[in-house]
C-alpha cells in the first residue's frame, strides 16, 4: 500500500479515484470523488487527518483543493446545474505529463480504488446521495462510542445530515458487507 504522507500523494489519489470512477464508467461527481477518497482512506486509518463534517457528510478540503488544482492540465470540469453539480474527466493527455514515479504512485491508487469502485457498484451506492449517507453513517459510528441507531441519528440532525433510523440501519449492513467498519468502530 502507498503510503499518503502529503497534499501532492493526495492529489495523485484524487487523480487516480477520478479515472478509476471514469473507466468503471460512473458518474465523477464531486460527491462521489470526495467519498471515494474518503473510503480509501478510511480502509487506510488515515482519513481523519484530511476530513471534517460538512453538508454532504465527511468533507476535505485539501480534496477540493487538489481537483480545482488539476483542472486545466489533467482534468475537464463540466457543471450540471441540474444534477448533482460537477462532473470530472481526464484530460485526454494528462498520462503522458506524469513522470514514470508518480504513474507508479497513480497506478497502485487506481488499483485500490477501483476495487472499493466494484463493492460500492455491487451494492448500488455510487450516486451521490446513497454513497453520501453511507460516509456520514461511517463518520458518525467512528467518532461517537454509542452506536444505537437513535443515537446517530440525533447526532446527525445536529449537524443537520438528513438520515433516518432506516437509513442508519441500512447504511450499517452496508458498512459491515463492504467491511469499511474496522473492530474498533463496531464495538
Given amino acids: 500500500m502507498v503510503e499518503i504522507k502529503d497534499q501532492k500523494d493526495l492529489n495523485r489519489l484524487v487523480f487516480a479515484v477520478v479515472s478509476a470512477l471514469g473507466a468503471a464508467e460512473e458518474k465523477t461527481y464531486t460527491t462521489t470523488i470526495q467519498k471515494v477518497v474518503y473510503f480509501t482512506l478510511a480502509l487506510r486509518d488515515n482519513e481523519g487527518e484530511w476530513f471534517r463534517p460538512y453538508l454532504h457528510g465527511p ?4 480534496v477540493a483543493y487538489g481537483l480545482e488544482l488539476m483542472v486545466g492540465p489533467y482534468l475537464n470540469v463540466k457543471a450540471e446545474p441540474e444534477s448533482d453539480g460537477r462532473l470530472y474527466s481526464i484530460v485526454q493527455e494528462a498520462e503522458r505529463k506524469l513522470d514514470s514515479g508518480v504513474r507508479k504512485q497513480i497506478n497502485a491508487f487506481m488499483e485500490e480504488a477501483s476495487q472499493l469502485i466494484e463493492k460500492l457498484r455491487e451494492e448500488n451506492l455510487l450516486t451521490p ?55 474498533e468502530i463496531s464495538g
Fill in 129 to 183: 446521495t446513497r454513497i453520501a449517507k453511507l460516509a456520514k453513517v461511517h463518520w458518525l459510528m467512528k467518532h461517537y462510542p454509542e452506536k444505537s441507531p437513535e443515537f446517530l441519528v440525533a447526532r446527525a440532525l445536529m449537524m443537520a445530515w438528513d438520515l433516518t433510523i432506516e437509513d442508519v440501519k441500512q447504511n450499517l449492513r452496508h458498512l459491515e458487507k463492504l467491511e469499511l467498519l474496522g473492530k
Fill in 59 to 62: 468533507f476535505s478540503e485539501n
